[in-house]
């Protein structure tokens, strides 16, 4: 079975489902430095903001409609 490549969309959905412990659920599938490097390109495109670390994000209003224009 092959494995999907993570993309932005993971990150806000693991966000959304698992709050701050998103980035350990992710890099049970995927490479720390890629998770790390999905959730740096969500803060920098607005759908994520954090205070002490990058991997512990929240979602934006902007995060937020994103995931909701998927359903």
């Known amino acids: 079975m092959a ?3 993570l993309n932005t ?3 806000l959905a693991a ?3 698992h ?6 659920v992710l890099v049970k599938e995927f490479p ?3 998770v790390i490097a ?3 390109a969500a803060s920098r495109s607005g759908l994520t903001s954090f205070g002490i670390a ?3 994000a929240e979602l934006t209003d ?3 409609k994103r995931l909701d224009s998927l359903k």
């Open 38 to 40: 999905e959730f740096t």
């Open 9 to 11: 969309d993971m990150i």
């Open 54 to 56: 990058v991997h512990l």
């Open 3 to 5: 494995r999907s490549e």
């Open 19 to 24: 709050g701050h412990e998103a980035y350990d």
């Open 32 to 34: 720390s430095d890629a």
């Open 15 to 17: 966000i959304r489902d």
């Open 62 to 64: 902007k995060g937020r």
